[in-house]
């Protein structure tokens, strides 16, 4: 339904989106921010929120949750599942496996953080391989618009997921760049039944937030055009907004750049 390019400009052992969820769609139909859709010393990965997670075999919805998936393998060895999580290895969308964890986003702000986890240097370079984690945690609005959001609460890890070195001796890194995108994925007939789900977001690399990007909508054949999501930079929060269903085009897509310091 709309893409952000986030555009960093070097490669990252740390990922985290500061994000505040201003329009709740419930679990009516599934809906999917996928926050970052890249790789990791070449090898693509995905993750991000939805709001009826499918859990296998039988593919029943499971509620609200994050996921965190991976194509260059298809081996359950290379997921490391959390309590109360689950794995998924599946076809549907080529070979992959993915861990995914149930918590009950809604209104309010939060930080999904993928980070590269430590372990003992010999080790790591002897096998080859880093494990990157997500986690999610609430948060507290900060006092001052540039500062960051306070932690509001205990963090939930989500899974691990284990990627190849590039090269032994240097720890695996997610490569600059990545797509965040908007998806429609099941139980949505009209547009108009679309629920709606508006948020908005800042990618922080190493710490620091993205200093550029660029929105996109999608093009589909015979010209068809979504009629309802917009994604923008907004100046004012200094984040993209994304915007689903309930609002009429507010943006044109192209790109943008980090207002101030923060």
Known sequence: MAYVHWGFEQPLAKLEWDL???EDPGTASGEYMALFNGAIDGAAFYLGLQTDVSRPPTGEGAGKGLIFSTW???????TDVAPGGFREMGTHEGRFVGVRQIYPWGLGDYRVTLARREVGTSE???AGWDWFDLSVMPLVPAARRD???????????CGGLRF???RSEVPARVEPGGLM????YSRVATWGSVPAWHLDVMAYGDGAPCPAGRTEYPAFPFGQRMPNVSAWYDEGRRRVRVEMSGVERRAPSGPWRLAGPC
């Open 20 to 22: 505040t969820v201003l």
């Open 124 to 126: 790591a370079r002897v």
């Open 181 to 184: 995108f908007a998806e429609l």
């Open 164 to 166: 190849r070195r590039r």
């Open 147 to 157: 500062e960051r959001p306070l932690p509001g609460g205990e963090s939930t890890w």
């Open 72 to 78: 260059w393998t298809f081996d359950e060895a290379d």
